[in-house]
């Protein structure tokens, strides 16, 4: 499959803000960015922290869950390299520290997605090179 993919990937535009992110997806693991004076979490990555604009930040593994905050079923992608997707979850997810991310809902019944239902990453190796982050309902407490 990682050689088969051919749809549009997103790019960094700034790739030295976000290549810590993009390098820990391919370790399959989650990041944000947290700011060393205040210890918010936030995303997407910036040179400054958002709430008090301190430039000492630091990146820091997260849980990798969370829960729905929103989302569209999209039918009729705008974009034809997605057809064989369709139909899909796109997702608005908060995670459990706090940053919300936009993302997919996958391995999820379309019928059964609801708002502020358990998630879960999980990563999806798309080429050799990217990894995409993604989010699947979060397995039941044991
Ligand atoms: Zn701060």
């Avoid at 060393?36 to 849980?63: A, I, N």
């Avoid at 974009?79 to 369709?86: G, L, S, W």
Wanted: glycine fraction near 2%; charge should be neutral.
């Amino acid at each position: 499959m990682a050689t088969e993919y051919r749809k549009p990937l997103p790019r960094p535009l700034s790739p030295s803000l976000t290549q810590p992110f993009w390098e820990a997806a391919k370790r399959h693991e989650l990041v944000m960015p947290r700011c060393k004076t205040c210890d918010h979490c936030f995303f997407y990555p910036r040179s400054e922290c958002p709430r008090c604009l301190s430039s000492d930040l630091e990146w820091v593994k997260v849980s990798g869950r969370g829960r729905l905050h929103t989302f569209t079923v999209v039918r009729q992608p705008a974009n034809p390299a997605f057809q064989d997707d369709a139909p899909y979850i796109y997702a608005v997810v908060q995670l459990d520290e706090g940053p919300r991310l936009v993302s997919n809902v996958v391995e999820c019944d379309i019928a059964a997605v609801r708002v502020d239902m358990p998630l879960q990453a999980v990563f999806a190796d798309v080429t050799p090179e990217w990894t995409l982050v993604k989010f699947k309902p979060a397995s039941p407490p044991p």
